[in-house]
């Protein structure tokens, strides 16, 4: 049986670009989405004078010590205990009240990082304006 | 002198190869800003805090330090000991000018405080006075 070719196909091949559409767009919202899902990254002052370096008050700071391994209280703002960040703030905030002295943030036992960065952030929630890190007790 | 016209076709043609240009523009844009934002900032779970401050957009002499989870200190991917941080720190400020160097530590929230401590120190030591650290929004920060 001989079958009759259909009709001749025209002289320039056409290419579908629908699909592609549809791919290109798929891939803008994509990244328009993963870049704007993003947590924004802020930042805080940090300061560590050199050691030898800081200057002599005039009055005691306040102190406050971040303890490793210490579930119970990991800070201890002027020798006292504190189990939360809370109760740090409130802490300092109560001291805050009496005089802008500076604050002091001290490292023991090698704590973890976010530790001392929370207590640094206390410092400022409760408006203290001198906050810096001591480099006692870390190992060189 | 008379021109034939060209007849058009029914219905009207868009021409769309503009419009794919113009995506495929935004691809590459949305591609290359996501590779180069990454070029020297580590995945590390940053620390929460609720007194963070926007920094400013234009990150011109600003010299970002990682510090991983294992407490690794690593600039621009490339891993270094404190020592060898010393010596990028005192190189940079003396390129750019301690006064407008900002150093900008992204630290890990589990990462061990020494080496952190050792960061801080030798910004300390190369006269480096604007130290930041890089936080997340606390959930409850306002």
């Not at chain 1, 670009?17 to 002052?45: G, H, N």
């Not at chain 1, 905030?93 to 952030?121: C, Q, T």
């Not at chain 2, 891993?79 to 005192?90: G, N, S």
Request: with cysteine; net charge positive.
């Amino acid at each position: 049986m001989l079958l009759t070719r259909q009709s001749r196909r025209s002289s320039a091949p056409e290419l579908s670009i629908a699909p592609m559409i549809d791919v290109v767009f798929l891939l803008l919202i994509f990244f328009m989405c993963t870049t704007s899902f993003r947590k924004l990254e802020k930042d805080v002052p940090a300061h560590m004078p050199e050691v030898g370096r800081g200057r002599q008050q005039d009055f005691d700071p306040v102190r406050i010590l971040v303890v490793a391994r210490d579930p119970a209280s990991p800070w201890r703002c002027n020798d006292q205990g504190c189990p939360t960040v809370d109760v740090l703030v409130a802490r300092l905030r109560a001291l805050r009240s009496i005089a802008d002295v500076p604050v002091v943030i001290e490292g023991r036992k090698n704590p973890k990082f976010g530790d001392m960065v929370r207590a640094l952030d206390a410092c400022y929630q409760a408006d203290f304006h001198r906050v810096a890190f001591s480099a006692k007790g870390v190992e060189p | 002198m008379k021109l034939a016209k060209r007849q058009r076709p029914f219905g009207t043609d868009i021409n769309i190869a503009p419009l794919i240009d113009v995506v495929f523009l935004l691809i590459i844009f949305f591609m290359t800003v996501s590779q180069m934002t990454k070029l020297d900032v580590e995945e590390v779970t940053l620390p929460e805090a609720r007194k963070g401050k926007q920094p400013p957009e234009l990150a011109v002499g600003r010299l970002v330090v990682n510090l991983r989870t294992d407490g690794t200190i690593v600039v621009g991917r490339t891993p270094c000991t404190p020592e060898r941080l010393r010596a990028i720190v005192a190189r940079e400020a003396r390129t750019r000018g301690d006064a407008e160097l900002t150093v900008l530590v992204r630290g890990d929230r589990d990462a061990p405080w020494n080496p952190a401590a050792a960061i801080l120190r030798a910004c300390a030591q190369a006269r480096i006075h604007r130290v930041r650290v890089a936080v997340i929004d606390a959930p409850d920060a306002p």
